[in-house]
């Protein structure tokens, strides 16, 4: 591997350690009010006192105590149970899509998060009102949806003061979109401000391990832009304990598109018919991090549509608000990552198995790409047989840099080489590597998915034993000998009676960077490992190629 190679590789590496960091110097979550439509401000410092008003519950003497109902319906990619208290809350909500082995089904309900879509308002003196008592359900009953049955819809409502509010939920076959409508006019004079809040508390269980705590992040959206609110490590190397977190809320006013909190696969998002404020908030719980997801709007817009489930691609397209602009990475790549995204699920419709299609994609790639790699290798491959005769200018002429620089242009121009002819190729193909490694890091579809023997999981380390507690992944071990071997290759084209100092630097890196890109896929996905693996295989016969190529070839 040459130089320019290397250097290309290091500073992929950097962009996705730092760009976490990065982007919250450059884009802080929290926007500031020149930068967004901006509500009253004393709506703006209400809303700020809330989590210090006294709360209150919702005065029910005429209704009586109300016993606890639960309601179960199948919509086919998920049975949930959904009780009558808050109006309506996610008892369960266990997944049937993107399981692993073992795995009869996934609940993204757990002792951190049942009170989901609680419904508040502020009233005349100031204090939050939470109507988390147990409503009255006036229709609606367990089913199982199907095609000739598409949608179930439970209205549940209660009294407050003696004036009515209701709550209807409406769960859709195959979907994971869930529509939330909230109906307080008849409260509007109670309230001090002509709003309501809708909210879900204590965020989502950690189903990944380690891997989650680098994903786990809050997403709003707002005028096309998404902001992150990082709640997990936002690097590769931060703790992986997300039950210490330190509670921390941010706020964001305007209009936004959707608010929500995601793990490494699976998310809740609110999408509001028309917001004034969001809010995010994260803190220790047990065993894992919650976060907390609060929209307020006016009491006159009702409808809110919540996703709740895996994410997949399609699924969360179906929102049309942008949100799957992230799923597949940054956002500034999507439009490549989609690409990748959709060639591989091309490649799937033909072969139905993903360790194939990886094996296939890399294949793809290494073709594609394989006029640009092979123009960098080439000019690499002239950059080191007149290595000696440029290191015999540079000697002669260290005293006079304008001279050396005349000699230098004179001797590529003899022999036609063009200095950034090694830089272009890598340039254009580092969007495409960046967009495979954040798609194949972040999708779903490889989850639970195996390919052959040992590799059961793509979505998670291909661990074949453990070693007193310590667990043996063996494709990071060949992939990281794959890149050795290719970097090996490409020094053994260089003639001798180069510069002493860069053979070093060479014969150094050759070593160190396997074994830094060992350490840093130990613990990726096997899905991501065995990508690389063959992408270097196939790297090595394209070095071997270019390397068996005669030199008049090269001058042509």
Not at 311 to 319: H, N, P
Not at 354 to 363: D, E, I, K, Q, S
Not at 383 to 408: D, V
Not at 410 to 420: A, C, G, V
Request: net charge neutral; proline share 4%; hydrophobic share 40%.
């Amino acid at each position: 591997m040459d130089r320019k190679t290397l250097t290309g590789f290091i500073l992929i590496g950097a962009i996705l350690l730092l760009w976490p960091s990065y982007l919250e110097l450059v884009s802080p979550s929290e926007k500031t009010q020149e930068e967004l439509i901006v509500p009253k401000q004393d709506l703006v410092e209400k809303y700020a006192e809330q989590k210090g008003a006294s709360q209150l519950e919702a005065k029910n003497e005429t209704l009586g105590e109300i016993a606890t109902s639960i309601v179960e319906i199948d919509a086919g990619l998920f049975v949930t149970k959904i009780s009558n208290t808050g109006g309506g809350s996610f008892v369960s909500y266990e997944l049937k899509d993107h399981l692993k082995e073992g795995e009869s089904s996934l609940n993204l309900i757990d002792v951190n998060n049942p009170k989901n879509l609680s419904v508040s308002f502020i009233d005349q003196s100031g204090s939050v009102v939470v109507l988390d008592n147990n409503w009255i359900l006036s229709s609606g009953s367990s089913t199982e949806l199907n095609k000739n049955n598409p949608s179930s819809t439970l209205s549940y409502y209660t009294l407050y003061n003696g004036k009515r509010v209701t709550k209807n939920i409406t769960i859709n076959f195959n979907s994971y979109n869930v529509g939330v409508e909230v109906d307080l006019r008849n409260i509007k004079t109670e309230s001090l401000d002509g709003k309501y809040s809708l909210s879900w508390y204590g965020g989502l269980p950690e189903s990944e391990g380690k891997q989650d705590a680098m994903f786990m992040e809050g997403l709003v959206g707002q005028a096309g832009n998404i902001e992150s609110f990082r709640v997990g490590s936002a690097g590769f190397f931060g703790s992986s304990d997300t039950s210490n977190i330190e509670r921390e809320s941010k706020k964001f006013v305007g209009q936004s598109d959707f608010v929500g909190y995601r793990t490494k696969y699976f998310g809740v998002f609110f999408v509001p018919q028309k917001t004034d404020v969001v809010e995010i908030t994260k803190y220790p719980s047990v065993e894992r991090a919650a976060v907390d997801i609060s929209v307020s709007q006016d009491i006159n817009f009702d409808k809110n549509t919540l996703f709740l489930g895996p994410l997949d691609y399609g699924k969360v397209s179906d929102l049309n608000v942008g949100l799957e602009d992230k799923i597949l990475g940054w956002q500034w790549l999507s439009s490549v990552s989609w690409l990748v995204y959709s060639t591989m699920m091309l490649l799937y419709s033909f072969i139905p198995n993903y360790g194939v299609v990886v094996v296939l994609f890399a294949v793809l790639i290494k073709l594609i790409t394989y006029p640009l790699m092979a123009k960098q290798l080439r000019s690499s491959k002239k950059m080191q047989e007149i290595s000696p005769e440029l290191n015999k200018i540079k000697l002669k002429y260290k005293n006079n840099p304008t001279l050396q620089q005349q000699k230098i242009a004179s001797l590529f121009q003899e022999n036609k080489i063009n200095p950034l002819a090694g830089c272009l190729p890598l340039l254009i193909q580092m969007p495409v590597l960046m967009s495979v490694f954040m798609v194949f890091r972040n999708t779903i579809e490889f989850r639970g998915e195996s390919f052959f023997l040992w590799i059961s999981d793509l979505s998670s380390a291909d661990t074949l034993l453990f070693v007193a507690g310590i667990p043996l992944n063996v494709l990071p071990f060949l992939m990281a000998a794959s890149m050795f071997y290719t970097m090996k290759l490409s020094s053994a084209s260089q003639p001798a009676g180069g510069d002493p100092a860069q053979e070093a630097t060479q014969q150094m890196m050759k070593y160190m960077f396997p074994g830094m890109m060992f350490f840093l896929f130990y613990s990726f996905p096997s899905g991501l490992n065995l990508y690389y693996l063959c992408f270097n295989v196939m790297q090595i016969l394209q070095q071997r190629i270019i390397n068996n190529e005669k030199t008049s070839t090269l001058k042509k």
